[in-house]
């Protein structure tokens, strides 16, 4: 008997439905770039089928901004985004939410496909100017403008850290770059800021010349925001001469 009653079953269907969607810049209509891993977008889930304060869990986002998970138990949820960008769910300094753009959503049945997407007002936008080039010693030199993604003063602080990422994959971030390649510059006043916001960048890889490889760059900048958040360009990369 005490066997037996110590050999219970899990039979619950595994979870199988797919939940998929973007997070973009309200402007621009393009998606907002990130990083993988834990310092990039996330999707933040709340079941709340089952209980009205439950524990949050989290998909990651894509790099490209997009994100997909195909193992979502059959639920309601509210989900909302979080990123380099003005938060969805604002509360005060005692905790009561004072706006909310969050979504509800419920999932039935099993293998179905629901796409929840969102709009969102990154705190920069990284644009490159041309192409990268190359220079007469092999080091990479590439020009970008950086501009404000929103007009809400409260998000609108100093730059703190503009970096050119180098990487052997187009994955390459804050999380995953080449330090001997990748010039990394930190800012602190608003007087830079200004002019880091009113003037075409120019970054020069450094160490000399590149491995003669497939190789991506991006560029990854920061606001003085308490957060480890970084918004980025898309990344690229050139072919050797």
């Known amino acids: 008997m005490a066997a037996a009653s110590c050999s219970k079953i899990d039979n619950y269907p595994a979870p ?6 973007s997070v973009t810049d309200a402007t621009t209509g393009s998606t907002v770039q990130t990083e993988i891993g834990g310092r990039g977008t996330r999707i933040k889930l709340l079941e709340t089928s089952y ?3 439950p524990t949050p869990y989290y998909l990651e986002s894509m790099q490209d901004g997009t994100y997909n998970n195909t193992k979502i138990f059959a639920a309601t949820y509210n989900i909302s985004p979080e990123g380099a960008f003005v938060p969805l769910v604002v509360t005060d300094s005692v905790g009561k939410v004072v706006s909310d753009k969050s979504q509800n959503v419920t999932i039935t049945g099993t293998n179905t496909v629901t796409t929840v997407n969102f709009k969102v ?3 920069l936008r ?3 100017v041309g192409q990268p080039k ?3 010693d092999s080091t990479v030199t590439v020009q970008f403008k950086i501009s404000r993604g929103t007009t809400n003063a409260a998000y609108q602080l100093p730059i703190t850290d503009v970096n050119l ?4 994959t187009q994955y390459d971030g804050n999380n995953n770059y080449d330090p001997v390649h990748s010039p990394l510059a930190s800012f602190s006043t608003t007087a830079q800021t200004d002019s880091l916001l009113t003037n075409t960048l120019t970054l020069t890889t450094k160490s000399g010349a590149l491995p003669q490889q497939d190789v991506y760059f991006r560029i990854g900048a920061r606001i003085n925001a308490g957060l480890d958040y970084y ?3 898309t990344p690229v990369s050139i072919k050797y001469p």
């Open 16 to 21: 199988s439905n797919t939940l998929r969607g």
């Open 51 to 53: 209980s009205s304060n």
């Open 121 to 123: 007002e990154p705190f």
């Open 126 to 128: 990284i644009d490159w």
């Open 134 to 136: 190359f220079n007469a």
């Open 165 to 168: 990422y180098v990487s052997n």
């Open 231 to 233: 918004n980025y360009s």
